[in-house]
């Protein structure tokens, strides 16, 4: 999938006039979603593609809160079922599904200003990553 045929797909997509890099997979977000409504949520979008196509699509929560990341990671078990990996590393926690040809991980930050041992695990992110060589990835949007 194309940054051409992401914007035809999503009418409120739009250009991203300053693209950034993903280290991990050297793709860039050149299609961004602002402000997008999932479930009562409000999320940026961002579409990463490289020379082959789309790679990734990450939302980033414009909102922290623990409901957020529990509603999040509930509905990806909902969809997906039991992760693959849960992953606790103090300041942030990371949950994984492998569900070829998407790869879903769920990254949840601390509030820095949030005493650990409270457990307040908030700014959910998700990247979803396709494999681009399979036409299932695209269909998963």
Not at 88 to 110: A, K, N
């Amino acid at each position: 999938m194309t940054p051409a045929q992401v914007l035809k797909v999503f009418p409120d997509a739009q250009k991203n006039q300053k693209p950034t890099i993903s280290p991990h997979n050297n793709s860039q977000s050149h299609v961004i979603i602002p402000t997008k409504k999932i479930h009562g949520v409000f999320f940026k979008v961002s579409f990463s593609f490289n020379s082959t196509g789309l790679t990734e699509v990450t939302l980033h929560s414009t909102h922290s809160s623990r409901r957020i990341s529990d509603l999040m990671e509930s509905l990806l078990c909902e969809r997906y079922g039991t992760p693959a990996e849960i992953d606790d590393y103090g300041m942030t926690r990371q949950v994984d599904w492998y569900e070829s040809p998407v790869s879903i991980h769920l990254t949840y930050y601390r509030d820095i200003d949030t005493d650990l041992d409270a457990g307040d695990l908030v700014f959910p992110s998700l990247f979803i990553t396709y494999d681009h060589f399979r036409h299932e990835a695209v269909n998963s949007l």
